[in-house]
T-cell receptor
């Protein structure tokens, strides 16, 4: 089982460049999430998609856009990268948004913006 | 808003027992979860408590007191491989999980 797959694993960008982080899950989960993780800050939710066709803002959505392409795929786009967006980005999925449903995380994308 | 408090660091001896506490303040509450994350790795689900009491899974147990807005993760017979960060998380309502900032556990010989 691949679970949640994120690409790329590492990326270096220059300020102002754009890029899209890809995420795909093969567990037939309804809900998908994008988090960023910074030292000492835990996991902060950027955007989530409770089901195919819906997306909602999380705690830190500014500077990002998302697309739920289909049930399997949920992408995160940085339109104009800024150094403050240097972080580790995790995609996750769960069967639904219920508290008891565990979230399954991808291995992360380590993004540096110079 | 939502807030979760957990210690930033804990150190314990191999073979011992350690407890990681989590207190929360949320507008609603659907349960407390715990996740483990090794350095450079992805978070992985450990446990979930919706009701008061203790849930046991092998060497790990998790406790919840809804009246005290408090829970803890108990790790027994500590092993070096348990060195990791541990995050508590709550689901305030019909919204995704909110994570604490994490507790870094160091297991020493």
């Amino acid at each position: 089982n691949a679970g949640v797959t994120q690409t790329p694993k590492f990326q270096v960008l220059k300020t102002g460049q754009s890029m899209t982080l890809q995420c795909a899950q093969d567990m037939n989960h309804n809900s998908m999430y994008w988090y960023r993780q910074d030292p000492g800050m835990g996991l902060r939710l950027i955007y989530y998609s409770a089901s195919e066709g819906t997306t909602d803002k999380g705690e830190v959505p500014n500077g990002y856009n998302v697309s739920r392409l289909n049930k399997r795929e949920f992408s995160l786009r940085l339109e104009s990268a800024a150094p403050s967006q240097t972080s580790v980005y995790f995609c996750a999925s769960s069967e639904d948004g219920g508290g008891g449903q565990p979230q399954h995380f991808g291995d992360g994308t380590r993004l540096s913006i110079l | 808003g939502q807030s979760l408090e957990q210690p930033s660091e804990v150190t314990a001896v191999e073979g011992a027992i350690v407890q990681i506490n989590c207190t929360y303040q949320t507008s609603g509450f659907y349960g407390l979860s715990w996740y483990q994350q090794h350095d450079g790795g992805a978070p992985t689900f450990l446990s979930y408590n919706a009701l008061d009491g203790l849930e046991e899974t092998g060497r790990f147990s998790s406790f919840l007191s809804r009246s005290d807005s408090y829970g803890y993760l108990l790790l027994q017979e500590l092993q070096m491989k348990d060195s990791a960060s541990y995050f508590c998380a709550v689901r305030p309502g019909n919204t995704p999980l909110v994570f604490g900032k994490g507790t870094r556990l160091s297991v020493i010989a």
